[in-house]
């Protein structure tokens, strides 16, 4: 299923007629129908807003755990591993690489008490 939703999504997002999902749908109309050239254009528009629908979807490429969206950071959490995933213009960057440590290793938590 999952995987089907996201095709659909990808087909969605490359302007194709694909059908949609219900979490699609929603995807699509919050971030406008406008391609992103158009947009980058306009003069003081403010980026786009994650929409948190989209967690119905999104897991961390890692451990393919859920995730949590942090509105005050704009960040996709993983908990577990302890990893924060930028939203840059509404899109999540879910690229390992890219993600930031948001807490420190054990090692450093035990240098850092004595």
Known sequence: MLSG???????ALRGTRAPTSAVARRGLRASGSRPSAERSEKAGEPPRAFDP??????????????????ASTNE???????????????IPNMIPQAARMTRQSK??????QQ
Do not use: F
Not at 60 to 70: F, N, Q, T, V
């Open 53 to 70: 629908a989209l967690l119905e979807l999104l897991v961390c490429p890692l451990s393919k755990k859920p995730l949590r969206y942090e």
């Open 5 to 11: 939703a996201c095709g659909t999504l990808a087909l």
């Open 76 to 90: 996709l959490i993983n908990e577990e591993l302890g990893i924060a995933y930028p939203i840059i213009d509404g």
């Open 107 to 112: 090692k450093q938590e035990e240098m850092e």
